[in-house]
Nanobody, 119 residues
Framework: QVQLVESGGGLVQAGGSLRLSCAAS????????MGWYRQSPGKQRELVAI???????KYTAPVKGRFTISRDNVKNTVYLQMNNLKVEDTGVYYC?????????????WGQGTQVTVSS
C-alpha cells in the first residue's frame, strides 16, 4: 500500500502562488497515475489535476491555466504548482494514486495539506 505525505500548503493572498509536494512510498511509482484532489469547506472532495505515468496531464476547468501538475519519478514525488490563487481554491489538498484518465482515486489518502487563500 502506498503511503503519501503532502506538504507545502499555507496562507496566501489572492493572486499569490504555492507549490504543493506529495511524497509517495513504495515501489513502481513511475507506473501509475497520480492525482491532486481538494476538499473545500462544505463540499465533497474533488479532482483538481491528474498526471499519467507517461507525463500526460488533465485539469479541471476552474484551475486550467493556473495550476500545473508534475512528477519526479526518481524522488517518488508529485507536485502541484498553483499560481494566481483565488479564494475559492481554499481547501485541504490531497494526493493519491489514481486511474488514468478518469481520475478515480484509489482509497488511500494522506493527511492532506491546508491551503487558505485570503481576499
Amino acid at each position: 500500500q502506498v503511503q503519501l505525505v503532502e506538504s507545502g500548503g499555507g496562507l496566501v493572498q489572492a493572486g499569490g502562488s504555492l507549490r504543493l509536494s506529495c511524497a509517495a512510498s513504495g515501489s513502481a511509482f513511475n507506473t501509475y497515475a497520480m492525482g491532486w484532489y481538494r476538499q473545500s469547506p462544505g463540499k465533497q472532495r474533488e479532482l483538481v489535476a491528474i498526471i499519467g505515468s507517461g507525463g500526460s496531464t488533465k485539469y479541471t476547468a476552474p484551475v486550467k491555466g493556473r495550476f500545473t501538475i508534475s512528477r519526479d519519478n526518481v524522488k517518488n514525488t508529485v507536485y502541484l504548482q498553483m499560481n494566481n490563487l483565488k479564494v475559492e481554491d481554499t481547501g485541504v489538498y490531497y494526493c493519491t494514486k489514481a486511474v488514468w484518465p478518469s481520475g478515480t482515486p484509489f482509497p488511500s489518502w494522506g493527511q492532506g495539506t491546508q491551503v487558505t487563500v485570503s481576499s
